[in-house]
Nanobody
Framework: QVHVAESGGGLVQPGGSLRLSCAAS????????MGWFRQAPGKEREFVAT????????IYADSVKGRFTISRDNAKNTVYLQMNSLKPEDTAVYYC??????????????WGQGTQVTVSS
């Protein structure tokens, strides 16, 4: 199957930067998209950003536009989230999601376990 693993979370001061990484591994036939979501305490999980694997088209939530950048390394099946100008309201567990197939055309969604990002002085 497909395993998704995030890394790079931590504690950062307001205005600082962090870079998250997410690697998909296993018996992957192809990847359609990979993206980032986040969930703050007491809130529902929300969309942050996504990128298509073939064309690199990106979509961002309004709350992170201009501050976060999603990118990919196709050869490594890895997606990155560069987060700049971080705010306390960005504090959340960040989850990575991969839409991939292990058999041609049978696309499914695979989630990572999440990585904690805390923005605080």
């Amino acid at each position: 199957q497909v395993h998704v693993a995030e890394s790079g979370g931590g504690l950062v001061q307001p205005g600082g930067s962090l870079r998250l990484s997410c690697a998909a591994s296993g018996t992957i036939f192809s990847i359609s998209t990979m993206g980032w979501f986040r969930q703050a305490p007491g809130k529902e999980r929300e969309f942050v950003a996504t990128i298509t694997w073939s064309g690199g088209t990106t979509i961002y939530a309004d709350s992170v536009k201009g501050r976060f950048t999603i990118s990919r390394d196709n050869a490594k099946n890895t997606v990155y989230l560069q987060m700049n100008s971080l705010k306390p309201e960005d504090t959340a567990v960040y989850y990575c999601k991969a839409r991939a197939d292990v058999r041609a055309g049978d696309f499914r969604q695979y989630w990572g376990q999440g990585t904690q990002v805390t923005v605080s002085s």
